[in-house]
């Protein structure tokens, strides 16, 4: 198992970008796929972007052109570089790790070990 603590989210203008980060500790961090959700307030959990260990990615349509995801695996964090942010892009940012072939699904049930989340807030 792998503990994952997400930063780097706060509350920016529309147009605006912003950088997440989400460490990892524990054992195997290489071998995870990783995945940032989020969850708008009275939504479901939404996948957003994964990456597998060897830098596959998958975004969901209306990040893509956006977001990028990005692991460094020598410093075991995450990363999600957020630019053009939009209002609807508010919700709580959670970063979750799953087993390798998880980076195809941007479903939570493929992933098992999550982070506390960290929020984002996009006013227009």
């Known amino acids: 198992e792998v503990q994952l603590q997400e930063s780097g989210g706060g509350s920016v203008q529309a147009g605006g970008s912003l950088r997440l980060a989400c460490v990892a500790s524990?054992?195997?961090?290489?071998?995870?796929?990783m995945a940032w959700f989020r969850q708008a307030p009275g939504k479901g959990r939404e996948g957003v972007a994964t990456?597998?260990?060897?830098?596959?990615?998958k975004y969901v349509d209306s990040v893509k052109g956006r977001f990028t995801i990005s692991r460094d695996n020598a410093e075991s964090t995450l990363y999600l570089q957020m630019n053009s942010l939009k209002p609807e892009d508010t919700a709580m940012y959670y970063c979750?790790?799953?087993?390798?072939?998880?980076?195809?699904?941007?479903?939570?049930?493929?992933?098992?070990?999550w982070g506390q989340g960290t929020q984002v807030t996009v006013s227009s």
């Open positions: 979750a790790a799953g087993p390798p072939r998880s980076w195809k699904y941007l479903t939570e049930l493929w992933y098992n070990n």
């Open positions: 524990g054992y195997g961090y290489k071998s995870y796929s």
């Open positions: 990456i597998d260990s060897d830098g596959n990615t």
